[in-house]
């Protein structure tokens, strides 16, 4: 058998960039079907320092030195962005090179556009790194003829880890989110993993992956964990349960239900338990098969080994299943989900409080499920919470009811709500 070599550009040498360099000096390069070899890398700044180094001859300012090169069958894009990330993309494509790509924001945002033009093009379009929490399942999306109907996942390292020390170190958010950011697991601008949106990228592209269906991404519901304290975290456990960011999709016939936001899980199972920066997800098909995986979600060498992943596929000759069939779906309002509540209000410590928050709810169809009536024994503290647990209920009727609340002499600020999930299997 002739050993296939894939002539590999690189857009991007940041940290996942440099991890794939280095997966490929280390061993990535040679195998007795295939090798690689590594032709030129475009970068932004040829002069600065990088953990990783690399021959000057390697690193390019200008993208035509890879996408114009004939020599050049593959394009790996770590560059991030949108702009010019997906006029790179489209152009390398529209070449017929192959491409690799981590850019979970760009797929989110067009990647039907994207998946087209590999299939004109009969290209192979890598996004395992888009999601290295289940990249291994991503063929296996694509190629099954039962179809996904039903997903929760754990996509985002930094909220996950964010909650996890919460919980251990018993201390809020802000001091939590700054530690993450000193030791790495946070950005220095962590606003798209802390306001949910970098979850809510991975989850268009997974249902774009498993449907034919790219929802956009200004029609999907998305919530941050700003708004977690300590205190819920405590009193959830209480409960019996644990909060984590969730991305959820469930289709019911022609019907999806999909939305990002934190959730409560049952301790001590499933998703519940991953903690730090694990990530995972939970899908069942419409045939009852259910599968659960679990893989880190940050760090340079996750993301560059599911990169390396695809560039063996294409090494073998491989053509990654695309969604060619395009299903026809209704996205579901969230106003009309159903599910439990977990609901905190900041109430006056006083007889009476809990049956008027009781009767708005009622007046609204809202059963209560569990109580927890915090006093704190301190006269001068007038304030204390009052946490509920629901039962199942619409979320229009409770969001009617939250604002009638949140309107009473005897509450104070804006009250809190999250979601409760189940397991799926």
Known sequence: MQTRSVHIGIFGLGTVGGGIVELLRRGGKKNKDYNFALKKIVVKNLDKRRKVSVPSELLSCEPKSILDNPDIDTVVEVMGGIHPAQEIVLEALKKG???????KALLARVGSKIFEKALQNNCYLGVRASNIASYRLIESLTSSPSKMEKLLGIFNGTCNYILTEMEKKGEDFPIILKRAQEIGYAEPDPSDDIRGYDT???????????????????????????????????????????????????????????????????????????????????????????????????????????????????????????????????????????????????????????????????????S???????????????????????????????????????????TKGKSLLIRVEEEIF
Not at 97 to 103: F, P, Y
Not at 234 to 246: D, H, M, Q, S, V
Not at 401 to 407: E, P
């Open 97 to 103: 090179k192959n491409v690799v790509t981590a850019n």
């Open 368 to 410: 209560i499920e569990a109580v927890l009536q915090k006093g704190n024994g301190e006269k001068k503290i007038k304030w204390v919470p009052i946490i509920m647990l629901t039962h199942k209920s619409r979320e229009k009727d409770i969001q009617s009811a939250l604002k009638q609340i949140d309107s009473l002499s005897v």
């Open 200 to 366: 809510a990228h991975k989850l268009i592209i997974l249902l774009g992956l498993a449907l034919g269906y790219f929802i956009p991404l200004e029609s999907l519901y998305v919530e941050g964990i700003e708004r977690i304290s300590y205190q819920d975290i405590l009193f959830t456990k209480e409960l019996g349960y644990r909060i984590k960011l969730l991305a959820i999709a469930k289709k019911f016939g022609d019907e999806l239900e999909a939305r990002v936001h934190p959730a409560l899980l049952p301790r001590n199972k499933g998703l519940a338990r991953l903690e730090g920066i694990e990530n995972g997800v939970e899908i069942k098909d419409e045939g009852g098969l259910g599968i659960r995986m679990q893989a880190p979600g940050a760090g340079k060498y996750p993301a560059a080994i599911a990169v390396m992943e695809d560039l063996i596929c294409i090494a073998k000759g491989r053509k990654l299943f695309l969604p060619q069939e395009k299903i026809s779906l209704i996205l579901k309002p969230m106003t009309e989900i159903q599910t439990k509540y977990y609901l905190r209000f900041n109430a006056l410590d006083k007889a009476g409080v809990l049956a008027k928050i009781s009767n708005v709810l009622g007046n609204h169809n809202i």
